[in-house]
């Protein structure tokens, strides 16, 4: 585990002007990321958002559980009044922040590129209220958030998948100066056999995967299309979803 962080200094209670949302995929766009992977062509986390949860527990044997707690804690403990945490995925990380005494009363806007991730996000957030608002986001390319609009800026596990001049050229344009930055990612083992011992281990996890991928691909041709809605994204998340199911999110 990896964290990062710049300066920061004191900010206004609110932003000058509103985040919005916006994913243009890029028809031509390359490969230059860590993971070798390219969202635009291959909708990897739409086919395992439901299992997403548990191959991190797998693939880590439970430990981003402790890192995603740490980094809560870190962001929760800082000074800011709008925070974007970007590639949230199932929404681990701001369960976790708003758990914190200090978050209430701070503005919390979470993205992601996959909207299946973000169903699950929002069913998970749901009994908080509308504290977060979910926006389905590019990381690399955000022109409808606003230059120097947020105070914080958080990522988990998103610049190994994305292309990480762009992503930072990004997150340091939209937060204001001595914003802070936090980035949580995997890095090397240092001991060698215990990097060797991980490797032989995950060796025999990436047949789950890929089953879990495979699985979910065969699930999106037998469902009909109408019930294959896309979460509303752009909305805060509300009590009133707390009972309802969203759509697309049991697939």
Known sequence: MSLSGATQSHYPARPR??????????????VDNAADFAWQHDDVFGRIAMRYDLLCDIFSLGIHRLWKR???????????????????GTGD?????????????????AYDISAEMLAIAQRKLAPLGDEVQLRQLDAESMPTVAGSSVD??????????????????????????????????????PWLPLHW????????????????SYRRRLLRVQVPPAWHSRV?????????????????SYL
């Open 232 to 248: 509303p994204i752009g909305r805060s998340v509300s009590r009133r979803n707390r009972r309802s199911r969203v759509p697309g």
């Open 197 to 212: 011992a991980y490797l032989a281990y995950m060796s025999m996890c990436m047949p789950v995967f890929l089953l879990a």
């Open 93 to 109: 990380i701001i369960t976790r922040l708003l758990a914190h005494k200090a978050v209430p009363g701070r503005t919390v806007v």
């Open 152 to 189: 914080a800026y958080s990522m988990s596990f998103g610049l190994k998948i994305c292309n990480r001049g762009s992503a930072l050229k990004e997150a340091y344009r939209v937060l204001r100066p001595g914003g802070k930055l936090i980035i949580l990612e995997t890095s090397n083992i």
């Open 17 to 30: 002007q509103m985040l919005g949302t916006a994913v243009s995929p890029r028809a031509h766009a390359t």
């Open 70 to 88: 740490r980094v809560a804690q870190l962001i929760a403990g800082e000074h800011w009044a709008t925070l974007l945490d970007g590639a949230t």
